[in-house]
Nanobody
């Protein structure tokens, strides 16, 4: 069992930055691919980024490439999402996910966090 708790969301102006954190409980954190998804109002939940168990491989949606950076600290059971050059279209609830493989599909997710709101004003 893995429990995920996100933090770091908030309100920021366009062009600004935020850093999301996801703290995981459980001793099996390092075995999981970790990912971030987001859900904007009226839209389906969408893949944002994933990182392999070792942190050696990272993957991004085209919409965030070059602006977002995912990282993890297995010693702290924490995964991060550094978001720079934020745009109003990045506004969404961001969910941390423990995945059984690298994938943008929901069926790759074994555990979800509760979500944290990110709002980017223009």
């Amino acid at each position: 069992q893995v429990q995920l708790v996100e933090s770091g969301g908030g309100l920021v102006q366009a062009g600004g930055s935020l850093r999301l954190s996801c703290a995981a409980s459980g001793r099996t954190f390092s075995r999981y691919v970790m990912g971030w998804f987001r859900q904007a109002p009226g839209k389906e939940r969408a893949f944002v980024s994933s990182i392999s168990w070792s942190g050696g491989s990272t993957y991004y949606a085209d919409s965030v490439k070059g602006r977002f950076t995912i990282s993890r600290d297995n010693a702290k059971n924490t995964v991060y999402l550094q978001m720079n050059s934020l745009k109003p279209e990045d506004t969404a609830v961001y969910y941390c996910a423990a995945q059984n493989r690298v994938s943008g599909s929901y069926n790759s997710v074994d555990y979800w966090g509760q979500g944290t709101q990110v709002t980017v004003s223009s």
